[in-house]
């Protein structure tokens, strides 16, 4: 994935280097296009995973003084942090309108305090005891094991795998069960061959590493694939209609179709008025990759696609034809599914242009 993100960027510059200026309102957009691209998390050894939340809106990054965007995977994450990022990646809300807050020494005007709530609602986290959470104490890799599972429990199996058994995890230990748990359907792995690595800070790499772990495990209440291809060829339907197309249709094909990456990708093409010149030759026919509570994948076959782009050396336009095959990354939200990223094609030129 992080390689097509390259040709993504690729292909906007080439597209807006020839493109007419037609501004169409930006307020469908909700998110600024670079933040997207996060360079330091492509070569981490969770880079897909943790690339994959980003463009699902469940992670974001820091934005540097030179207006780039960073993941920061090797920083430490708080305890506040990663409950609120279980509760916003799981859509949960407050179970009830009770006005008492379960902690004490969460402030009323702590950035992440209902979120907090929340996951102590759902019974994710448990505190410190004394009435005491710690927001902000560095979440360990035994806590982070422990709400994942907390989380998860009515939607993921963790049952029938075999555990490891680490060596500086005590038997009695609070966390010992969990730890189990995950491990035994391959959440959780140690930092050695022996070793769970207790008390150890966890990074921000680790923590949605794991958390992509669950969602992509998940197997309680799915979608059915029928609603999931009927989804797919209604997007493809509209998206080849959009030739002459007004801003309007424009707007409403974005909000109906597309969330996270996907949608600032396209509303920075649509803004400059770019609609692609394509044609498509063949039968696209849609099969489901993989289908989970909250997370689905949708990938077409048996189609090539025509389209024409600017080659810098030749200094003209070119006709290329490529096999289409697009896998479209889709999320509910809600009780909708939307589309946070399509991986189309690879193309030619990809290495020379890219490196």
């Given at each position: ?14 597209l ?31 880079a ?9 809106d469940i ?12 993941f920061?995977?090797n920083?430490?994450?708080?305890r506040?942090e990663f ?10 809300t407050?179970?009830?309108a009770?006005?008492s ?5 969460v402030?009323?005007?702590h950035?992440?305090r209902n ?8 019974g ?9 959470f710690?927001p902000?104490q560095?979440?360990?890799r ?7 599972v907390?989380a998860?429990s009515?939607t993921?199996?963790?049952?029938g795998g075999?555990a490891?058994?680490f ?8 966390a010992?069960?969990?730890?189990k748990k995950?491990?035994?359907i391959?959440?959780v792995?140690?930092v050695?061959?022996t ?10 790499g ?7 772990r669950?969602?992509?495990?998940e ?5 059915s694939?029928?609603?999931?291809l009927?989804?797919?060829n ?8 959009l ?15 597309y969330t ?9 093409i ?19 990759k ?8 949708v990938?077409?076959?048996g189609?090539t696609?025509?389209f024409?782009y600017?080659?810098?050396d ?21 009780s ?15 290495e020379?242009?890219l490196?």
């Amino acid at each position: 994935m992080k390689e097509l993100k390259k040709v993504y960027m690729l292909l906007l510059a080439v597209l807006l280097a020839f493109t007419a200026i037609m501004p169409m309102s930006a307020s469908a957009q909700t998110r600024d296009f670079d933040s997207y691209f996060l360079f330091d998390v492509w070569d981490h050894w969770g880079a897909e995973q943790l690339d994959d939340l980003v463009n699902a809106d469940i992670f974001g990054g820091y934005k540097t003084s030179q207006g780039d965007y960073e993941f920061r995977p090797n920083r430490t994450i708080t305890r506040a942090e990663f409950a609120a990022i279980i509760v916003r990646s799981l859509q949960l809300t407050r179970k009830s309108a009770s006005t008492s807050y379960p902690f004490t020494d969460v402030p009323a005007n702590h950035a992440l305090r209902n979120e907090i709530a929340i996951a102590s609602d759902h019974g994710i986290i448990a505190g410190l005891g004394g009435g005491k959470f710690g927001p902000n104490q560095n979440v360990t890799r035994e806590q982070i094991a422990s709400m994942i599972v907390r989380a998860f429990s009515d939607t993921i199996s963790f049952t029938g795998g075999t555990a490891k058994n680490f060596t500086d995890v005590p038997a009695g230990h609070w966390a010992a069960a969990d730890i189990k748990k995950a491990s035994s359907i391959g959440l959780v792995s140690g930092v050695s061959q022996t070793t769970f690595g207790m008390g150890r800070a966890a990074t921000r790499g680790e923590a949605g590493v794991l958390l992509h772990r669950a969602l992509n495990r998940e197997t309680k209440n799915l979608t059915s694939a029928n609603t999931l291809l009927s989804l797919a060829n209604s997007y493809q339907t509209s998206l080849f209609s959009l030739d002459n197309a007004t801003k309007a249709q424009l707007t409403n094909h974005i909000n109906t179709y597309y969330t996270g990456f996907q949608k600032a990708f396209a509303t920075e093409i649509y803004e400059y008025g770019y609609l692609a010149d394509m044609n498509i030759t063949g039968q696209l026919t849609f099969s489901v990759k993989s289908n989970h509570t909250r997370f689905a994948q949708v990938k077409g076959t048996g189609a090539t696609m025509t389209f024409e782009y600017y080659d810098p050396d030749k200094r003209r336009n070119v006709v290329e034809t490529v096999d289409y095959e697009p896998t479209f990354y889709m999320k509910k939200i809600g009780s909708s599914w939307k589309i946070y990223y399509v991986e189309d094609f690879s193309f030619d030129f990809e290495e020379e242009y890219l490196y």
